[in-house]
């Protein structure tokens, strides 16, 4: 077993555990924005570095950078889904078909990092207006027995499935599938059942107004790795995000 999927192993379901508390606590925008953070991506593009060279890994942090896309739009074909009645396995199942269909689409694409991050923002806002408005909804909702060690369980089954599939691939198409949304698949897939598609619109509105800081940080890693070297640069990637993240959340509570 590689040193980038016991990674995932360790922190995919402890994630999804933190984001299901927050949620409970601050209501389904709190899982959205901590979903957004590159928590499970950003080590596991450590790794690859770490393992395989700073080339290796500056070229898979740009092809995160890009893959964010699919990302954002597997967020939103969901949400859609949810939006018009669809049950959540089917949602689950039409929105992974839209990563895997983007994701084809930008492995043919060659972009330098900076048109990879404009790339990446601007389709962050494509998805918000396609989402439309969503009005917060708070409350318990209907929690599900286990609870919290299902939603681990199924973060851990989807980590260990990718890790085979990643292992196969290149720096490109690994970095591509780098943010695979493990954790944005069991939070979206649970919130939809547990608490409804108008908690589902508020999570998923969350998720995509923080995409942006964990683009700068992906693209940070991509930009700095090699000049820096392998700690300096994510370090340096690790605080833009944090600090970027916040002054997210400050904007959009402040719009809100």
Known sequence: MNAALLVRLALAPALVGV???????????????????PVVAGPVLLVYAANHGLRFGSEAAASATLGLISLAVFSTVYALMARAGRPWAVCLLVGWGA????TGLLSVV?????????????????????????VAVDGEGRR?????????????????????????????VSGLIAPFPIIGSVMAAFTHASRGREALQGYSAALLRGLPS????????A????????????LLAGVLAALSHAVLITWSNRSA
């Not at 990563?99 to 983007?102: D, G, I, Q, S």
């Open 223 to 234: 930009l700095t790795l090699e000049p820096v070297g392998l700690v300096w640069s994510f």
């Open 144 to 172: 599900l027995p286990f609870d919290i060690p299902l939603r681990m369980l199924a973060a851990f089954v989807m980590v260990v499935t990718l890790g085979l599939v990643s292992g196969m691939l290149g720096s490109r």
């Open 214 to 221: 964990f683009a700068l940080f992906t693209a940070s890693v």
């Open 110 to 134: 060659a972009a330098p990092t900076w048109v990879a991050l404009v790339a990446a923002v601007v389709a962050f806002q494509l998805c918000r207006l396609a989402l439309g408005r969503v």
């Open 99 to 102: 990563f895997v269909v983007t």
């Open 19 to 37: 984001a299901t508390v927050a949620a409970r606590r601050w209501g389904p925008q709190a899982g959205g924005w901590a979903a957004a953070t």
